[in-house]
């Protein structure tokens, strides 16, 4: 009589062994190699599905994981570096590059920083504090976007992805019309905005404001009742909020564990406080419960630009002081970039004091007090923190970026052991990394 591997089952006794036929030490001696052979898998760092350039390095026993190990470092730009090369000014240009997502995020918390470390922080002007919201709320659902278009791909749904694109254009030519870049603006600098928001822009983030709420109907509609997109999402990817606070995750994948923590409503800046809005939760923890609380974050970002637009009134969009207001009421020229001849022809028109003082501002920088200040502010992932230090100097002597996308990777591992391979894609997507903003 032939045996073939021998069944088994584990107990509180160790291995129990059904015995069917056959010579014992065969029996006991076989062994299946799909259950006792372990790959090591490279994800990455060139995987389409993982936000940027990461790389996991799986262990797998057939289609389970039994170890993750992530990878960071391939998109390394020296952004912290670079900005103690800089005046505290120019470093705006640089951290907007960090999340490429969420620049208007990462321009902010450099601005607050720099503006606690000078003490004007109270002395930021109404429009300036309503016009960062402005551009920080439409940023953020552009940001979401992103993030459903792109797990949406990565789980098999194709078309999602070309209609969140679709309306991130839209958004991206909001930008265009107020900073004149799409993306990477530096637009919010230490003491207000770099201009001001043209009429042009308020008539087109109106219309937005229409059009949005249709178009996250039809997204829910594709996915939300998708027998496929429930099952790659529910019970998927699970992290409970103790796991959350033990690994310092923050945003969208906190909220999805039920804790409504929110830096807008918790620790209020620029004026949130003064805005109505809900912090969505779930009480899922997996990739489902994040999918909703984005989904409802959109919706709660479009009444605080109708909100926004409401408080937008006439006033000036940059401190009044002369020694560190950076030139603001600019004009861009013909071509879309740089200052128009009749900007520079008013600056050179002036008295040759304040021309120097605007050479010397621009080419060297104000001073900034010595100290050192920690900035929370609430990005699209998370808690977005600034840590800036000042010698006193023209250039700050460090300054370093809490980034969640960095922070909130910690959690690949505990959310991908023991689950299957499959569920390392929507997991990991479920989380939002962008790696500019890890390897900075």
Same mark, same amino acid.
């Given at each position: ?6 069944t088994e ?18 029996v ?37 994981v ?27 240009t640089f ?31 109404e ?14 659902i ?22 969140c ?36 822009a308020?008539?087109?983030?109106? @219309?937005? #404001?229409?059009?949005?709420p &249709?178009?996250?109907? $039809? ?5 939300? *009742? +998708? ?9 998927v ?16 994948v ?98 040759m @004091?304040? #021309?120097?003082?605007?050479? &010397?501002?621009?080419? $060297? ?5 010595? *100290? +050192? ?11 977005l ?7 006193g ?18 959690a ?15 997991g990991g ?12």
């Open positions: 009589m032939t045996a073939g591997y021998a089952r584990e107990t509180d006794e160790g291995k129990v062994f059904t015995v069917t036929g056959g010579d014992w030490d065969t006991v001696g076989g062994t299946d190699p799909l259950t006792d052979e372990r790959i090591i898998v490279n994800m990455g760092p060139q995987h389409p599905s993982t936000h940027g350039v990461l790389r996991l390095v799986l262990e797998l026993e057939g289609e389970t039994r170890e993750a190990r992530t990878v960071v470092g391939y998109l390394h730009t020296g952004i912290e570096k670079n900005l103690e090369y800089r005046n505290w000014v120019q470093g705006t951290v907007t590059r960090m999340d490429y997502l969420a620049p208007i995020f990462n321009e902010t918390a450099y601005s607050l920083a720099v503006e606690k470390l000078l003490g004007i922080t109270d002395d930021i002007t429009r300036a504090n309503t016009i960062r919201v402005l551009m920080m709320e439409l940023n953020r552009s940001s979401h976007l992103i993030w459903l278009g792109t797990t949406g791909l990565e789980l098999g749904a194709i078309s999602i992805m070309l209609y694109f679709r309306e991130r254009e839209y958004i991206l030519e909001i930008f265009e019309l107020v900073s004149g870049l799409r993306m990477n603006m530096a637009y919010v600098r230490p003491g207000g905005v770099a201009q001001d928001v043209p009429d042009e308020i008539a087109k983030i109106r @219309e937005f #404001l229409k059009v949005m &249709k178009r996250l109907k $039809e997204y829910e509609d594709l996915l939300s *009742g +998708q027998p496929i997109w429930l099952e790659r999402t529910q019970n990817a699970v992290l409970d909020v103790t796991g959350c606070l033990a690994l310092g995750v923050t945003g969208p906190l909220r999805s564990a039920g804790l409504a923590w929110d830096l807008r409503k918790t620790m209020p800046y620029c004026g949130y406080e003064d805005y109505e809005f809900d912090v969505p939760t779930t009480p899922t923890a997996d990739v489902w419960g994040r999918y909703l609380v984005r989904m409802a974050e959109m919706r709660e970002s479009l009444k605080i630009i109708e909100q926004a637009l409401d408080r937008l009134k006439p006033g000036p969009i940059m401190v009044a002081d002369k020694k560190i207001a950076w030139p603001a009421q600019l004009a861009i020229g013909v071509d879309g970039m740089g200052n128009s001849l009749e900007h520079v022809a008013k600056i050179m028109g002036q008295s @004091e304040s #021309l120097i003082h605007h050479f &010397k501002l621009v080419t $060297e920088g104000f001073r900034v007090p010595p *100290g +050192q200040v920690y900035v929370g502010i609430e990005s699209p992932r998370g808690e923190g600034v840590h800036a230090v000042s010698d100097g023209t250039r700050p002597y460090r300054v370093h970026y809490r980034e969640p996308s960095f922070v909130n990777l910690q690949i591992p505990a959310m991908a052991e023991g689950g299957l391979l499959a569920d390392v894609i929507a997507a479920s989380l939002d990394p962008v790696m500019g903003g890890c390897d900075r």
